[in-house]
């Protein structure tokens, strides 16, 4: 599942505010507008939000260096969260009149629900914390919760279909190459032993045609020398 970040302006209608808010605004902040209790203790700001983490930046305003440094109490879903109090008392170093884009609180990973952040000035001084924007983070619907989990037409489903029949038409087509290799191989197999078996019987009768041959030439001489030795013997 994605996420977005969502900016809100310190002026946005979401943000309820109550009780001293004075409005400013100088360049390279949002929108070039910013919010800020200015002598005015007990005010806060409420924003009702739908998400999963919020983010706010400030601008930090030193305006009297011998007054006390401001103070927010944060309440997240009605629980003290933060305690913020940045030092802008003067201490002998310079002061830097204003300090923009400073990230003063940033929640942890929320439920994804509606939340409430409320934010509560403590001090009544001329030094200032300005709201300057809100970052919302919220997740977007997935692709497939936009279709119905038993929708025959889901995208999802025709390709989950598409992927569950490649097996089944794989698996066949593999035997039949398998027993057609194999069907091959025994037709040749068997002819190479017919044609051994042939050259081995040619080879055999030729064996025999030789040795009976040679046993006719022998039996030839032998009877040519047996009439020689009987003519002799007789003479």
Known sequence: MSSTWTRLNDT??????????????????YNTTTHGA???????ALLTFTGIQIKIVATL?????????PIFNLYLDGKLVLIY?????????????????VPIFSS??????????LISNQVETANTIWLDYF???SLNPTTSSQFPPDSLDSPNSTQM????????????????????????????????????LAL??????????????????????????????????NT
């Not at 946005?12 to 902040?29: A, C, L, Q, S, V």
């Open 61 to 69: 305003d030193t305006k009297n260096p011998k007054d006390p440094s």
């Open 200 to 233: 081995m019987i040619m080879l055999a009768f030729f064996l025999w045609k030789q040795e009976k041959k040679h046993t006719r030439k022998w039996n030839a001489i032998y009877t040519l020398f047996s009439s020689a030795y009987n003519i002799t013997k």
């Open 161 to 196: 279909e598409s992927s569950s029949n490649t097996p089944s038409l794989d698996v066949p087509a593999a035997n039949t190459e398998k027993n057609l290799s194999l069907s091959v191989g025994g037709i040749v197999g068997i002819a190479l032993g017919i044609l051994g």
């Open 12 to 29: 946005d209608p979401k943000i309820i505010y109550e009780g001293n808010w004075r409005t400013g605004g100088i360049p390279h902040e």
């Open 38 to 44: 200015v002598n005015a203790s007990g005010s806060s």
């Open 85 to 101: 109090e940045p030092n802008l008392t003067f201490a002998g170093a310079q002061i830097v009149e204003y300090q923009q884009l």
């Open 108 to 117: 942890p990973i929320l439920d994804n629900a509606t939340h409430t952040l």
């Open 135 to 137: 970052d919302l983070l």
